[in-house]
């Protein structure tokens, strides 16, 4: 079983949706929480981090619920640049660097006129 | 600024042969990592330098791979007698410091081995 599981999609909606994508991590002791944004055949970019409390950027909310170890992404009023393919990740106690992190799957959103 | 950058960009290996993968950091990061992206998968961690020393190799899928950072900026990724399992887009990431701060991604290298 992967460290951070998320729906692969493709979500395909229309301009205006709003969508919302799940994430499970299975190690407890995980310390912080991202969603990163992949663009096709480009590097991940860090979208947001995710906090306990909730938080919003613009269009975007994240959620964190530590009982059920379980992160969300939320785009309201989607438009076609949000295309991309959106990584969850957990960042570890463990590692060198004081914390590695690591990366869900992502999933795609395919976003149409 | 720059930002982190990787090359060569594509690279098309003949199984057997050896390859060597750059990474230049942003300047002034003291942390860097690489990272193995499979198609259809997240990135998945391979090492990590703090300077030059290499504090967590505990990614590197064999002996084969082999990295280096010996002046704590650039640093190469190596991989020896290429396999086909090796093909995937090799990403390296840089950052202030340890893996708190925030990673930053260059754009990466696909590595085609056949």
């Known amino acids: 079983r992967k460290e951070v599981e998320q729906d692969p999609g493709p979500f395909n909606v229309p301009e205006g949706a709003t969508v919302a994508f799940n994430c499970t991590y299975s190690n407890s002791a995980s310390q912080s929480f991202f969603w990163y944004r992949q663009d096709c055949r480009k590097e991940p970019k860090l979208l947001m981090s995710v906090y306990s409390s909730g938080n919003e950027d613009g269009r975007f909310t994240a959620q964190l619920n530590r009982a059920s170890q379980y992160i969300s992404l939320l785009i309201r009023d989607s438009k076609l640049s949000d295309s991309a393919t959106y990584l969850c990740?957990?960042?570890?106690?463990?590692?060198?660097?004081?914390?590695?992190?690591?990366f869900g799957k992502g999933t795609k959103l395919s976003v149409k006129p | 600024g720059a930002g982190v950058s990787q090359s060569p960009r594509y690279k098309v290996a003949k199984r057997g042969q050896d390859v060597a993968l750059r990474c230049d950091p942003i300047s002034g990061h003291v942390s860097l990592f690489w990272y193995q992206q499979a198609l259809g998968q997240g990135p998945e961690f391979l090492t990590y330098f703090q300077n030059e020393a290499q504090l967590d190799k505990s990614g590197l899928p064999s002996d084969r791979f082999f990295a280096e950072r010996p002046e704590g900026s650039v640093s190469t990724l190596k991989i020896q007698r290429t396999q086909q399992e090796d093909s995937a887009v090799y990403l390296c990431?840089?950052?202030?410091?340890?893996?708190?701060?925030?990673?930053?991604f260059g754009p990466g290298t696909r590595l085609t081995v056949t």
């Open positions: 990431a840089s950052s202030l410091v340890g893996g708190i701060h925030e990673q930053y």
């Open positions: 990740v957990a960042r570890v106690p463990y590692g060198g660097s004081q914390g590695n992190l690591i």
